[in-house]
């Protein structure tokens, strides 16, 4: 039984050798952070090129000026009338799109031009030095020119010819307009225009020259428009005078010729006619379905039926019901008699003939009432149809009425019109003919502009930002890159997602001291290291790869040489010393490196064993660790190592072994390049892989991985080597932090 207890490592369960792949995939943040770390330098390196770029854009570029000017535009115009003002209000979002094209207008650039005498300016400074820059104005227009010349060339033409005056005002006009920007104006009354350039004072001077400007182009503009009105509005009156005298005149001619009256009152009696007229059909109406109920529900009826007795209209006759109640009294009487008496009693006799009589009076009574409701029925009828008969002339009168004097109303609308369109134009000549102050202006200059005293670009702070923020950016994004087209294993999740292994730990770069110089013997020299700690996890996960049978026969290979695997061998051996008496057989014939890696100066090894040239396997033992370590290296290079290892004698050899020692790990060859480890799988218990990190090609792991598990070999899981913590911090912040046991590196090793 192995006493684990005397472990130093966790008694954590460790990795089993089926691994669950179906997990859902998260989004790692902390793996995207061990990229970024591991390329910090060439991040830093892209960001600082960046940042020497942006300041040599941003040194090299010419300073520009801004001048700003401020603005109070009101959409309101001075002296304007109501119905101005209104629409004024209404379109104000247009009124402020329409002066900013205004002030960026040709018109305004040029009357700059001429204010500024722009063009003697540009060709005194020509003439004075050609083929110096004086002015930036000047430079503006040289570009300008260049093109604007090119119009009023031909092809054939090979001599240049200077240009006009007035070719020179439009091309620092377009000069002008291409500095120019204007904002604001929609939340507020206040329009802010400002215009750049490398000279600060021509910037201020030109931008006060546009302001000047465009009040000045807003006065002519309302100036003219108010005279041209009042002259328009002067000849439509005197028009629509005219034509209001004429319409009068044909409106009274017209009435003397018909002899024609005024009609409303005329219209306003019948229309009140036809209002009561309406209302009493709608009572005759009323009456009439009242009436028809009653006749229908006697009209069918015989006139001798006692049916009619019963009816609602005969019962609602008080004098007919007093009747019907008193011929029932009698009815009982008589029959109450006849019953004592008989028919030929007196009393009987008297009884019927009073009975007779009241039925007789009966009957006259319920035929008077019906001949009445028949009366009252028709009578309705009557009525409903003459109303209707004078609804319909009433009507009839007061289309002919209209009819008749639809001229008339024709002739006095046409007056009305022409006459309220007659008073609208005088109140509109009177109001622009009142408005004296011509000169007064919507328009004033809030703030002129001043000499700017720095440039406003280029702005070298927000270059030099911009620079770091791209450099940076840049950088991540090749870091990113470069991860993504890594087809190396960096961290034990990548060994387990590629080759379905579970992964055992790693085992990091060796940091070497004066205490501990062979990476061979790390674990031997200082079992307290970072290094010999991620041994003994590894150790710990093949103890517990199996509880109830552990392996005790372990190969290590990996898929090339130069791997760590070695190394790993060797340290690990030495972690499964401190369980149970442990041997280290370097099953690696062609390329042995344990005898120097040891310092063993003994020739005779395993090859020996097998040959028969030691006549025991105790002569190979070389002890370590207060002897529970036993090593035993290759020995006399073999020309047929292949067959060696297949051989019998091998076989025999390692049982004898498995019952000498607690545990025993072999130091195989890789398997790749030779098929000894193909060999040595299937006559051990388990296998470990060895792939290097950054550095073993992952196609070339899963070729070596699927020849083993072709030849059925128990792949209990891989270990990444030579691996650096640092850049996977979840490994690297937890069991393989050097300040955390204590120790710091003196030299570091592969």
């Known amino acids: 039984m192995i006493n684990v207890v005397a472990d130093k490592t966790p008694a954590v369960q460790a990795p089993v050798n089926t691994v669950n792949f179906n997990q859902e995939e998260v989004i790692d943040l902390g793996q995207y952070w061990r990229t970024i770390k591991k390329a910090k330098w060439s991040i830093l390196v892209v960001t600082f090129c960046c940042l020497i770029i942006g300041g040599l854009i941003a040194s090299s570029a010419v300073p520009i000026y801004r001048a700003s000017a401020k603005i109070l535009a009101d959409p309101q115009q001075p002296n304007a009338n109501r119905n101005e003002q209104y629409i004024a209000s209404a379109l104000v979002f247009l009124y402020y799109e329409t002066q900013y094209e205004i002030i960026k207008s040709r018109n305004i650039a040029e009357t700059v031009v001429d204010k500024l005498d722009l063009v003697a300016k540009y060709k005194k400074e020509q003439n004075a030095n050609k083929n110096e820059k004086k002015s930036s104005l000047s430079s503006t227009i040289k570009e300008l020119k260049a093109d604007f010349s090119a119009l ?92 209001l005298q004429e319409s009068e005149t044909k409106l009274s001619n017209y009435r003397s010729q018909q002899g024609l009256v005024d009609t409303e009152q005329q219209q306003r009696i019948a229309n009140t ?142 007056v009305e019109n022409n006459r309220r369109i007659h008073d609208n134009f005088q109140v509109s000549l009177m109001e622009v003919s009142g408005k004296g102050e011509y000169t007064a202006s919507n328009v004033h200059i809030i703030d002129r502009a001043t000499t700017p005293k720095a440039p406003f670009k280029p702005n070298i702070k927000l270059i030099i930002v911009l620079a770091g923020v791209f450099g940076l950016f840049f950088g ?62 590894i150790r ?96 006399t290079i073999a020309r047929n190592p292949l067959e060696l290892l297949s051989s019998a004698k091998f076989e025999k050899l390692l049982a004898t072994l498995s019952e000498s020692f607690e545990y025993i790990v072999l130091d195989g060859p890789p398997t790749l390049p030779v098929s000894d480890s193909c060999i040595l799988a299937n006559k051990v218990d388990g296998v470990i892989f060895a792939v290097k990190a950054e550095d073993t090609r992952i196609k070339v792991a899963k070729e070596a991985v699927s020849r083993l598990q072709k030849l059925n070999a128990n792949i209990i899981g891989a270990v990444l080597t030579v691996a650096e913590p640092n850049k996977m911090s979840y490994y690297g912040d937890h069991y393989y932090s050097g300040e955390y046991y204590g120790t710091k590196p003196e030299k570091e090793v592969a």
């Open 540 to 635: 710990t996960g093949l103890v517990f790869s199996n509880i109830d049978n552990p392996p005790k026969t372990i190969l290590v290979t990996s898929a090339t040489g130069s791997e760590g695997k070695s190394t790993m061998a060797m340290n690990l051996a030495a972690a499964y010393s401190n369980l149970g008496k442990t041997l280290l057989l370097e099953v690696d014939l062609r390329k042995p490196s344990m005898a120097k890696n040891l310092g063993i100066t003994s020739v005779i090894g395993l090859t020996d064993i097998i040959s028969g040239t030691a006549s025991s396997a105790s002569e190979a033992y070389h002890k370590f660790n207060n002897d529970k370590l036993t090593v035993i290296t290759c020995g």
């Open 273 to 414: 006619q036809l209002q009561s007229l309406n209302n009493e059909l709608i009572r005759a109406q009323t009456n009439l379905s009242t009436t028809e109920e009653q006749y229908l529900a006697i009209k069918d009826v015989a006139p001798d039926s006692r049916e009619l007795y019963s009816l609602g209209p005969v019962l609602q006759n008080k004098s007919t019901n007093d009747m019907v109640k008193e011929e029932a009294l009698l009815s009982r009487k008589v029959n109450e008699l006849f019953e004592r008496y008989g028919e030929k009693h007196p009393k009987m006799i008297a009884a019927r003939s009073e009975l007779d009589s009241a039925q007789g009076i009966l009957k006259t009574e319920v035929a008077k009432v019906v001949d009445n409701i028949e009366k009252k029925y028709r009578l309705a009828q009557f009525q409903v149809k003459n109303i209707s008969k004078l609804i319909s002339k009433t009507r009839a009168d007061i289309q002919s009425l209209q009819s008749e004097n639809f001229s008339l109303i024709t002739l006095e609308r046409e």
């Open 476 to 537: 991540v994004v090749l870091a990113f890159m470069r991860e993504a087209l890594n087809n190396t294993f960096n961290t034990p999740d990548t060994v387990e997602e590629k080759l379905k292994l579970p992964a055992l730990g790693i085992t990091p770069v060796v940091k070497l001291s004066k205490k501990s110089p062979t990476p061979e013997k790390q674990y031997l020299d200082d079992s307290s290291t970072p290094f010999a700690e991620s041994i003994n996890t």
């Open 152 to 243: 009023f060339s031909s092809a054939e033409k090979t001599k240049k010819i200077a240009p006009t005056d007035q070719q020179l005002k439009t091309m620092l006009a377009l000069g002008i307009q291409a500095g120019i920007e204007v904002s604001g104006g929609k939340q507020s009354q206040i329009i802010n225009i400002s215009y750049t350039s490398p000279d600060p004072e021509e910037a201020a001077i030109i931008i006060n020259a546009i302001s000047d400007a465009y009040i000045q182009f807003g006065l002519e503009s309302r100036l003219g428009e108010v005279k041209n009105t009042e002259s328009w509005l002067g000849e439509q009156y005197a028009v629509l005078k005219e034509k």
